[in-house]
T-cell receptor, first 110, second 117 residues
Framework: GQSLEQPSEVTAVEGAIVQINCTYQ??????LSWYQQHDGGAPTFLSY????GLEETGRFSSFLSRSDSYGYLLLQELQMKDSASYFC???????????FGGGTRLMVKP | ETGVTQSPTHLIKTRGQQVTLRCSSQ?????VSWYQQALGQGPQFIFQ???????GRGNFPPRFSGLQFPNYSSELNVNALELDDSALYLC????????????????FGPGTRLTVT
């Protein structure tokens, strides 16, 4: 089976940097994705890591360590609009099912 | 390019009834997945359709069923509704393929909020 753990809530101030961690247990692993979901909205894709290391996309970066079954999402220069829930997700070894973590609610304060 | 659309937006049903939710995938996408998202939780995988065939199923009972049509649009049917079925139902499409970024980068629709009373 697949399971993912991430913190339920994180609070940070505007302009700061925040890191959201995700640990996973899986019988087969293709890669780790991150999704953002604003209240009342649909999840939107942020990033994907299949190999160890850091992937950078603008203010957002994502890191993966396959040996530690661990990844994180790094958000820099936080803006109020970044207040949302963030989900990590892994694909099963059959390549046909995405398992999401419970989500981390990020609150950005002025 | 048209994104993923879902209908209806909101729905209220009574316990024991049946419901059909609809999804139109993004242009060029042949794979559709359905998810159930309870309030405050992550999306839970229900099943996936690839080229009109079921291509994987999560831990949901048989009263959750689906269809995919030749134009790759899809339906989710839920029979004998229970109170716990109240949730946001999300449809997501991808271009297809196994593993790699194509299957990871799922494009979600806005969802259908189902309330069972």
């Amino acid at each position: 089976g697949q399971s993912l753990e991430q913190p339920s809530e994180v609070t940070a101030v505007e302009g700061a940097i925040v890191q959201i961690n995700c640990t996973y247990q899986t019988s087969g692993f293709y890669g780790l994705s991150w999704y953002q979901q604003h209240d009342g909205g649909a999840p939107t894709f942020l990033s994907y890591n299949a190999l160890d290391g850091l992937e950078e996309t603008g203010r957002f970066s994502s890191f993966l360590s396959r040996s530690d079954s661990y990844g994180y999402l790094l958000l820099q220069e936080l803006q109020m609009k970044d207040s949302a829930s963030y989900f990590c997700a892994v694909e099963n070894n059959a390549g046909n099912m995405l398992t999401f973590g419970g989500g981390t609610r990020l609150m950005v304060k002025p | 390019e048209t994104g993923v659309t879902q209908s209806p937006t909101h729905l209220i049903k009574t316990r024991g009834q049946q419901v059909t939710l609809r999804c139109s995938s993004q242009s060029g996408h042949n794979t559709v997945s359905w998810y159930q998202q309870a309030l405050g939780q992550g999306p839970q995988f229900i099943f996936q359709y690839y080229r009109e065939e079921e291509n994987g199923r999560g831990n949901f009972p048989p009263r959750f069923s689906g269809l995919q049509f030749p134009n790759y649009s899809s339906e989710l049917n839920v029979n004998a509704l229970e109170l716990d079925d109240s949730a946001l139902y999300l449809c997501a499409s991808t271009p297809g393929g196994r593993g790699g970024k194509e299957s990871y980068e799922q494009y979600f629709g806005p969802g259908t909020r189902l309330t069972v009373t």
